[in-house]
């Protein structure tokens, strides 16, 4: 099977990484149009071959695109206008109701998978990709009843070889859970960073004083704007529905502090612990998951 990335930056090669040590395809061409990106990927050694969009899609069984989400919504239907009729399309994009909409009267809609695997670092570009970056993870796919058999099952074993989990949702219901899991959380790191950044002018003590809660908390806000500024715009209602939410939260700790109201102050943290109890839960699905096969799509 060929199996073509569009897009070798953290997703792209971590995804080449994964496939070529599972063996997963008989030629892997890897497609990338930054000068820089190109050398980094072929010193890694991610493909077999790094060649132009049109020479990539020319025989491949499996298309995976790993490109930001704002040049997806044209990429995407022109890549669909160029495979044939065989090919499986695939994106890793963060956001996925503006490209299902784009997509919904193509006439090849069905050879098309979408896909957003939770996986990923602070980190982009070549150098930021690593082996084993989806392993037990969940990948979320949408809108599976619009995708043919053949298709869904290539991507079935694409995310098999990766060590994905694999849920199935509306694109509208991905695009509102991903606002609060994972927009929100870097819009939080990117506020906080620049309010430090503001308010401590003197940078020496900010590495100074800086413990391993700052860095944990601040440390998405090194994740690239080229990357999440488009998925904010793309996802902008959510986002915002998110962030309002937030503030009331963050309105109600305020006047706690401000009302000199200790206890409750303390019965607002000690809600928030029960977060700890979520994440367990998560993780022993996790573990559960490894062993054994997720259900398939109706």
Sequence with gaps: MKVAIV???????????????ASFATELCGVE???????????RGFCDSIAPLAEALAGADLVILCLPVDSLLNVLPSVLDQVSAQTTVT???????????RLKNHPRRQQYVAAHPMAGTEYS???????????????????????????????DALFDALGLRKVFMSAK?????????SHLSHISSFVLAN????????????FDLAGGGFESTVRLAKSSPEMWNPIFAQNRDNILQALN????????????????????????????NSISRVLQTLSLKSAGSSTAKPGRPS
């Design 7 to 21: 897009g070798l930056g953290l997703i792209g090669g971590s995804i080449a990484i994964d496939l070529q040590a």
């Design 91 to 101: 994106d890793m994009g963060s956001t996925k109701s503006a490209l299902c909409e």
């Design 245 to 272: 939410a937030y503030l009331e939260h963050l309105t109600v700790f305020r006047d706690s502090l401000v009302a000199q109201k200790a206890p409750a102050t303390y019965a607002l943290m000690k809600n928030a």
């Design 33 to 43: 149009t930054n000068a820089e990106h190109v050398q980094q990927a072929r010193s």
């Design 125 to 155: 570009g070549p150098l930021a990709a690593k082996r084993g970056l989806f392993q037990n993870r969940t990948t979320v796919i949408c809108e599976s009843e619009l995708s043919g058999a053949l298709h869904l099952r290539r991507v």
């Design 173 to 181: 219901d991905h695009d509102l859970h991903a606002a609060y899991i």
């Design 195 to 206: 309010t430090v950044l503001d308010k401590e002018k003197d940078v020496s003590a900010i």
